[in-house]
Structure formats: structure tokens, C-alpha cells
């Protein structure tokens, strides 16, 4: 499904620390293993591209886009879990692709897990391809999860 583009006040904005709360309370709900504040911290002060989508001034979601030369790696992506499946987490990553294009990027390259399937589902969709896996990349409630790295030229 598409996002409604034309709905009014959908608008982006940079993250601001008084937004970690907001942030973490979608995070923890997301990932099994979340961002801590501290880690949402460090990609602000490390000038990592953060930013939030709003919907009339409620977040919706948010997305961490780490710039290295012309490779653009995306560490976080994520939607609020009422707003899931309705095209606006492919609004929102669609949007990071065009910013990393903005800031010189060639390619963009992401870690999931393999089990998240509607997160590999939307890469996909999107022309990122496998480019091969981490092993053990990810804490898991049984051990250690790989990682699958996935990549796309901009
Ligand atoms: C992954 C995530 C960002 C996708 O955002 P979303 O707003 O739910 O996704 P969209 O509605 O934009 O869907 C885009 C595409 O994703 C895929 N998709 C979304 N939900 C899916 C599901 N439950 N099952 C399979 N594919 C799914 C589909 O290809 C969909 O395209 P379509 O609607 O044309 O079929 C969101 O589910 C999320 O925040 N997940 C938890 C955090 C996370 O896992 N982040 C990624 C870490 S690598």
C-alpha cells in the first residue's frame, strides 16, 4: 500500500535528544535486543544523519543513516508499530536513499536479521541484494543471530 503523500503535515525533521523517549518507547516495542538512549546519543553526537517522520507532529517513525565517503549505511529503521503496513516505512527509506544521494553516496548497505522478513521483504522490493552474511552479528534469546548484509547502488 501506498503512504497517503498527500496527506497534509507528513513532514521530516532532524532528531533532537528530547526525542529519545518518544524514540525508545517504539524501539523497545520493535527490536528485540533495542537501541539504548546512550546509543541514540552517540549517533546524534557522532553526526550520523537522524531523523524522525511525523504525522501532525506525532512520530511515526525514524531511521539512523551513517555516511563513510560514498557508502551510506543505514543502522535503524523503524516504524511505530500502529503505523506499521501502510507504506511508511518505504516512505521513510525511500527518503534516506535520496539524502544519501544528496551527500554523495554510491551505495547503501544495511545488516537484518534473517528472520525479519517484512523488513527483507521491503529492502527487496526496493533492489537491495544480498551481499552476504555476519556471523553471529546479533544477540539472540538462544545464542547468537547472523546477520545478512544487504546492499543497493543509489
Ligand atoms: C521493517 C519496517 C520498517 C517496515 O515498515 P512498514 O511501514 O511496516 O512497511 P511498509 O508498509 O512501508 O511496507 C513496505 C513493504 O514492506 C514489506 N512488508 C511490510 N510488512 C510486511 C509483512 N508483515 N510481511 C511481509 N512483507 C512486509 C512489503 O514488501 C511492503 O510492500 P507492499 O505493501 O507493497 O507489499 C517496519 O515493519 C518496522 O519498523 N519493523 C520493526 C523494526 C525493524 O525490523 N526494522 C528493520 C531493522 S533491519
Given at each position: 500500500m501506498?503512504?497517503?503523500?498527500?496527506?497534509p503535515n507528513v513532514s521530516f525533521r532532524e532528531m533532537q535528544i528530547d526525542d529519545l523517549d518518544a524514540v525508545i518507547q517504539i524501539e523497545t516495542v520493535n527490536?528485540?535486543?533495542?537501541?539504548?538512549?546512550?546509543?541514540?546519543?552517540?549517533s546524534i553526537n557522532s553526526g550520523h544523519i537522524c531523523l524522525v517522520l511525523e504525522?501532525?507532529?506525532?512520530?511515526?517513525?525514524?531511521?539512523?543513516?551513517?555516511?563513510?565517503?560514498?557508502?551510506a549505511h543505514l543502522l535503524n529503521i523503524s516504524i511505530s508499530a500502529d503505523w506499521k503496513g501502510k507504506g511508511w516505512g518505504r516512505h521513510l527509506l525511500n527518503h534516506m536513499m535520496q539524502i544519501s544521494r544528496e551527500q554523495g553516496g554510491l551505495n547503501m548497505f544495511l545488516?537484518?536479521?534473517?528472520?525479519?522478513?517484512?523488513?527483507?521483504t521491503l529492502y527487496e522490493s526496493i533492489g537491495f541484494n544480498e551481499m552476504g552474511v555476519r556471523p553471529g552479528y546479533y544477540p539472540a534469546h538462544n545464542g547468537r543471530e547472523n546477520a545478512v548484509l544487504m546492499g543497493v547502488a543509489l
Open positions: 501506498n503512504a497517503p503523500l498527500n496527506q527490536f528485540p535486543f533495542p537501541w539504548t538512549a546512550g546509543n541514540f546519543k552517540d504525522i501532525d507532529e506525532l512520530m511515526i517513525g525514524y531511521a539512523i543513516l551513517m555516511m563513510v565517503l560514498d557508502e545488516e537484518v536479521r534473517p528472520s525479519n522478513v517484512s523488513a527483507i
